[in-house]
Nanobody
């Protein structure tokens, strides 16, 4: 399984970016699949940003809720993260992850990770 992120860049505060994660070898299913974006800033722990279980069930960290949108194009095997109203505190390396739901609940066990793409937001 390979997950390849792209779209990271340096932008000014208030700007927008769209990250993409193209995967191969991973089969997403509506009933059991889940994919997510995580981020890790320098000197900080990795944190979950957004999770997609299906087109109707997504979860967001409080810090990005209302500004970020996670979506996917299953035919293109690509996960997206639309990031608007970016803030300097969004600066981090963003990682894509894929896995399967745990016991049918809205929780995900991540088995596969990408290498990350850097997002830098200047004030």
């Amino acid at each position: 399984v390979q997950l390849v992120e792209s779209g990271g860049d340096s932008v000014q505060a208030g700007g927008s970016l769209r990250l993409s994660c193209t995967h191969s070898g991973y089969t997403y299913t509506y009933a059991a699949g889940c994919m997510a974006w995580f981020r890790q800033a320098t000197g900080k722990e990795r944190e979950g940003v957004a999770t997609l279980f299906n087109a109707f069930t997504t979860r967001y960290a409080d810090s990005v809720n209302g500004r970020f949108t996670i979506s996917q194009d299953n035919a293109k095997k690509t996960l997206y993260l639309q990031m608007n109203s970016l803030k300097p505190e969004d600066t981090a390396k963003y990682y894509c992850a894929a896995g399967s739901r745990v016991d049918g609940a809205w929780r995900c066990e991540y088995n596969f990770w990408g290498q990350g793409t850097q997002v830098t937001v200047s004030s």
